[in-house]
């Protein structure tokens, strides 16, 4: 084996990284939105979460991404350290894929069928099929798909390169003497941990002894302490990705630190000892990639049996590892490390959006109430909460700029403009509920009223304002296009009652009845009500748009409504509950 073999070595471990990573790409964007609706619902049940994370893992193909995704899901408040433990035993199992995968270059027969098994056999079609799907189909699910078949034939490649440079080392004697010093169960642990930690990959460091088996001379005795050391080895990237975090992310790393060494820790001392005193007859013979895949599995089963039950007793030692400390400026709105699975992402925006428009509702709910009766120590809180909504805004758009930037389904593209379209209507109500708390404090500083009647027709306009955002809010909350649906019929009811109290209020101020001071700001309060009112009737457009990404939302807004049955049977309905005259009979449509 010379200096070109070692390239041509490096290069096939270039291919086979760079497979996996496209191909996890690929599966991570035909799971799309799916992933994290099951985190939701799996992480209060530890087997549940096990199994989710041998999914997660077997579909993005690496443990290691699953653990740095778990540190920010923990350092952004979203999970607690207790949930993730189950889901890293379930990602070690899931991890065991790729060995299976990577044996099939293995597979040695002149049986026309199982050389088909071969991935030098089919891997060249599959390229073939990958690249005309992303060439020529239409629909982005397919175009992924044909992303998954092009990184799974370039990884299998990889594998192959690797093989061949490695073929050599069959005929060099010097490689058999050094094959002796691997005997020692100790060394093979470092060499696997070494090794992985330097390319960070446990999958690429298992495809390297794979290739390496099949040069001959590797040992089940010699394979098992390496595999085990390259389970220990992946946790190099969540040690490094929980620099900087705070205290329960830290506990994060700790914990699959723990996992792994505890596996191999009890697991190798057990198995020496066993085949100690009573032989085992495979230690001595040579492994080939399927039984390096079998070794993998069941070591990895085996551990997760063992530490499945002692999961509180790994928190514990996480927490005695990390201990609690003063933290300060450690809160996280969004990690970054979540950009690792943009579906997760997107779906922890959505979540963050919502607890923005749930302080949104708060200001606005209060400062309508303040125009009856101003407490000061409410309005210091409605001042405080629109600071936070302002940094909801900043950090939600930074992070979805961050987004944006990397390869996203068209799904996930569609969600994140209309998330960003939504943060600014909300930060825009925030506003006005702001502008509504200053008309309220002018209020009170002039110790002036407004009219018997101006203060009737508000309450009419309040009413109807505060059902237009509970609707959208729900709507918005729910995903409901259906409910969205009611929010237009309310605004143009909104808008044709604002419309008429003015005109009513420019009469009584011909009248004399009302001073100028007071007439602008229940001015101002009227378009403060018109503009969230439209901001409601924004965000319910874009829930029906995100069911419906072929609706336009000009289109749909100035569409002949006097057509839509549902529209007007709404929009009388909302008529009839708001008005400010019972005397009026018209039956005109806001468009």
């Not at 609707?471 to 409901?480: I, P």
């Not at 101020?509 to 009302?514: A, I, Q, W």
């Not at 749909?556 to 005397?583: G, I, Q």
Request: proline share 3%; net charge positive.
């Amino acid at each position: 084996m010379d200096i070109f073999s070692i390239f041509t070595l490096c290069g096939g471990l270039a291919f086979f990284l760079y497979g996996i990573s496209i191909m996890s790409s690929g599966l991570e964007k035909i799971a799309g939105g799916r992933l994290e609706r099951i985190l939701k619902k799996v992480t209060s049940n530890p087997i549940k979460s096990l199994i989710f994370g041998a999914g997660i893992t077997a579909a993005v193909q690496s443990s290691s991404a699953v653990t740095v995704m778990l540190v920010g899901l923990v350092n952004s408040g979203i999970m607690k350290l207790s949930q993730t433990i189950s889901v890293i035993i379930g990602s070690n199992v899931g991890t065991t894929i790729t060995a299976w995968i990577l044996s099939l270059s293995g597979i040695q027969s002149s049986n026309f069928f199982i050389r088909l098994l071969k991935p030098e056999s089919f891997s060249p079609i599959l390229a073939l099929i990958g690249v005309i799907m992303i060439m020529v189909a239409k629909s982005n699910r397919r175009k992924n798909v044909g992303t998954v078949l092009m990184g799974f034939a370039i990884l299998m490649f990889g594998m192959e390169v690797m093989s061949g440079s490695m073929a050599p080392l069959a005929d060099m004697p010097s490689f058999r003497q050094t094959l002796v010093a691997f005997t020692n169960p100790v060394l093979g642990v470092l060499v696997g941990l070494v090794v992985t930690m330097i390319i960070q990959s446990s999958a690429a460091s298992l495809g390297i002894l794979q290739a390496l088996s099949m040069v001959g001379g590797i040992t089940y005795g010699m394979a098992i302490p390496i595999i085990m050391g390259q389970n220990i080895g992946t946790c190099i990237s969540a040690v490094l990705s929980a620099i900087g975090v705070n205290t329960a992310a830290k506990r994060v790393s700790a914990v699959h630190v723990i996992y792994n060494v505890l596996g191999a820790a009890i697991c190798l001392p057990v198995l020496l000892i066993w085949n100690k005193l009573f032989p085992i007859s495979f230690m001595p013979a040579d492994i080939n990639p399927v039984g390096i895949a079998v070794c993998h599995t069941a070591f990895n089963i085996l551990a997760a049996v063992i530490a499945f039950p002692l999961m509180k007793v790994i928190e514990k030692a996480a927490i005695a590892v990390v201990p609690d400390k003063k933290e300060k400026g450690k809160s996280v709105l969004l990690d970054d490390r979540l950009l690792l699975a943009p579906s997760f992402a997107i779906a922890e925006c959505y979540r963050q959006t919502i607890k923005m428009a749930e302080i949104v509702e708060f200001n606005f709910i209060n400062s309508t109430k303040m125009l009856k009766s101003y407490h000061s120590k409410k309005a210091e809180q409605i001042k405080n909460n629109e600071i936070k909504i302002d940094t909801y805004e900043d950090k939600l758009n930074a992070f979805m700029l961050k987004l944006s930037a990397k390869e996203l389904t068209e799904e996930d593209s569609n969600k994140i403009s209309q998330l960003l379209l939504a943060i600014g209507d909300y930060e825009r109500i925030g506003d006005h509920a702001t502008y509504m708390l200053k008309i309220a404090e002018k209020l009170k500083e002039s110790e002036k009223k407004l009219s018997a009647e101006a203060v009737e027709e508000l309450k009419v306009i309040v009413h109807a304002v505060s059902e237009i955002f509970m609707v959208s809010f729900e709507a918005y909350k729910t995903d409901n296009a259906k409910l969205a649906q009611e929010v237009e019929p309310l605004e143009a009811v909104i808008k044709r009652i604002i419309r008429k109290v003015k005109n009513r209020h420019i009469q009584r101020l011909k009248d004399g009845l009302c001073t100028a001071d007071v007439s602008f700001l229940f001015s101002d309060l009227l378009n403060d009500l018109r503009r969230i009112a439209a901001h409601c009737g924004n965000i319910a457009t874009s829930v029906i748009q995100l069911q419906d990404s072929t609706i336009d939302k000009h289109e749909y807004n100035h569409r002949n409504k006097d057509e839509d049955l549902e529209f007007v049977s709404k929009y009388e309905d909302y008529k009839s509950r708001y008005s400010v005259s019972r005397h009026n009979k018209s039956t005109e449509l806001v468009h």
